[in-house]
């Protein structure tokens, strides 16, 4: 089989009414495929997106059907798929990333310092570097292809956005995804905070079902998709350390000879932030 789409780490196969989703060892940092693969990232990837997934079903549907590869055709029964690979109902995604951001780090805080504002919200004066928001924010972006980079937006534009693509429903979608992601931010943040893990900032993915109801897609909350910190030592003022690609993306802007490839001491410390995140979370060793 071959997939019929291909991101920067995820491959999608089509499998009639459904999709496998298979999360590979491969890691992007400034939309950039670096030339490393990263053993057992995909594995995490794929069972934390299924950890997240269950625990947040009382919030919103999503399109997870099975990570048992036994579900799937003979094709994805092999090493290469195993704890890898997700069968999904099919979606018609929304044209929007869902960016939550419950502290102030990276692109927002760079913003902040300027003009006191995060993608157009203004927030109080005198917050540090890695200081809690007073109440998380959403801002959202286009999504843009491979290669390109996303456009953050504010949620007015979201409105217009989405009405280009769903007439007459823009204003409803854009509402309905602001408050899903406010809504399943604020549970898993304070799931993640008694497993010893901040949550600083992460982004979701949505679409629609076969019935036109808004369903919660892609991955959730992976140290791909978000900032998580080590609670422990947590102290605004400067970054943080953390337990996601960030320690990969750092070592990139620190040495600009880089070519796209991490050193593999790099990528060892990388997966190590990835299993010991899992572990923490879920109580349970990958």
């Known amino acids: ?51 997240w997934f269950d625990l947040t079903k009382d919030i919103i549907p999503n399109h997870m059907i099975s990570t048992d590869t036994k579900d799937m055709p003979e094709f994805f029964r092999q090493p290469a798929f195993e704890g890898k690979s997700m069968l999904c109902r099919k979606l018609n995604i929304l044209p929007v990333e869902c960016i939550v951001r419950g502290y102030i780090t990276g692109s927002g805080w760079a913003s902040y310092q300027k003009n006191g504002t995060v993608c157009g919200i203004t927030l109080p004066e005198g917050l540090q570097e890695s200081d809690k928001l007073p109440e998380p924010i959403y801002t959202p972006s286009t999504k843009a292809e491979i290669g390109d980079h996303d456009e953050n937006i504010s949620f007015e534009q979201s409105v217009t956005h989405l009405e280009t693509y769903f007439p007459g429903k823009g204003a409803e979608y854009a509402a309905k995804l602001r408050d899903y992601t406010l809504a399943l931010y604020k549970k898993c943040a304070d799931y993640a905070l008694s497993r010893g893990i901040i949550i600083a900032d992460t982004k979701f993915e949505f679409g629609l079902d076969e019935a036109g109801n808004i369903v919660i897609g892609d ?47 790099v990528v060892n410390k990388t997966i190590d932030k990835y299993l010991q995140a899992y572990e923490m979370l879920t109580g349970k060793a990958l």
């Open 1 to 51: 089989m071959k997939p019929i789409k291909e991101g920067k780490v995820r491959e999608i196969y089509d499998n009639g009414d459904t999709l496998i989703m298979v999360a590979t060892d491969r890691i992007s940092c400034f939309d950039v495929i670096l030339n490393n693969e990263v053993t057992k990232k995909g594995t995490v990837l794929t069972q934390m997106s299924k950890f």
């Open 219 to 265: 991955e959730m909350l992976t140290p791909d998709s978000s900032r998580f910190w080590p609670a422990e030592g947590y102290e605004p003022g400067h970054g943080q350390p953390s337990f996601d690609k960030h320690f990969a993306r750092d070592w990139l802007k620190e040495n600009t000879d880089h070519n796209w490839t991490l050193p593999q001491e």
